[in-house]
């Protein structure tokens, strides 16, 4: 069994389109992250959820909007596709939020042509 | 600002040969310290932590990390390399608000 499990591992689309990154982890974990990696491995998170609730937002377009319609769940919808948004995605989780200790889904590799 | 530098990008070792990779940060208070790694195509997993007591601690795959508050560092070590062990390392600081800081990683390379 998977302990954080991302689909579609593999995403490759038209510019403007729009397109979702569903995360499900079965760890019984309260907070969920998703994390962008660009080409040169560099990581940043981008949202936080708590029990379903937002605690981290950062500073990202507001074509990235994130869901938790249940604390095993956190999806990523991202509109109007850009160049830029090429990255790999990963969905990770934690017990609590200050714990540090993420466990990482295999990512969802999404290229924008 | 709080930071952390990785100042390899990337390091090549002989297999069975000794590794030390390299992880300085910048951080007001005593900071939680994290070494991931990733494989190629996989996402992170933790091999060791640093939170307080004992400076030198044990994770998990034959890892060992030290933490050194003088010269602000917490270097991963690993006395013999496997082929398995070529992978992204990534050190991470948690701070006040639980949020991890990282490095920017050191690829590692196994030479036969």
């Known amino acids: 069994d998977t302990a954080v499990s991302q689909t579609p591992k593999y995403l490759v689309t038209q510019m403007g389109n729009d397109k979702s990154i569903k995360c499900e982890q079965n760890?019984?974990?309260?907070?969920m992250y998703w994390y962008k990696q660009d080409s040169k491995k560099f990581l940043k998170i981008m949202f936080s959820?708590?029990?379903?609730?937002?605690?981290i937002n950062e500073t990202v377009p507001n074509r990235f909007s994130p869901k938790s319609p249940d604390k095993a769940h956190l999806n990523l919808h991202i509109n109007s596709l850009e160049l830029g948004d090429s990255a790999v995605y990963f969905c990770a989780s934690s017990l609590g939020e200050g714990t540090g200790e993420l466990f990482f889904g295999e990512g969802s590799r999404l290229t924008v042509l | 600002a709080q930071s952390v530098t990785q100042p390899d990008i990337h390091i090549t070792v002989s297999e069975g040969a000794s590794l030390e990779l390299r992880c300085n940060y910048s951080?007001?208070?005593?900071?939680?310290l994290f070494w991931y790694v990733q494989s190629p195509g996989q996402g992170l997993q933790l091999l060791l932590k640093y939170f307080s007591g004992d400076t030198l601690v044990q994770g998990i795959k034959g890892f060992e990390a030290e933490f050194k508050r003088s010269q602000s560092s917490f270097n991963l070590r690993k006395p013999s390399v496997h082929w398995s062990d070529a992978a992204e390392y990534f050190c991470a600081v948690g701070d006040s608000n639980y949020q991890l800081i990282w490095g920017a990683g050191t690829k590692l390379i196994i030479k036969p």
């Open positions: 951080y007001g208070a005593t900071p939680y």
């Open positions: 760890l019984g974990h309260d907070t």
């Open positions: 959820y708590n029990n379903k609730e937002l605690i």
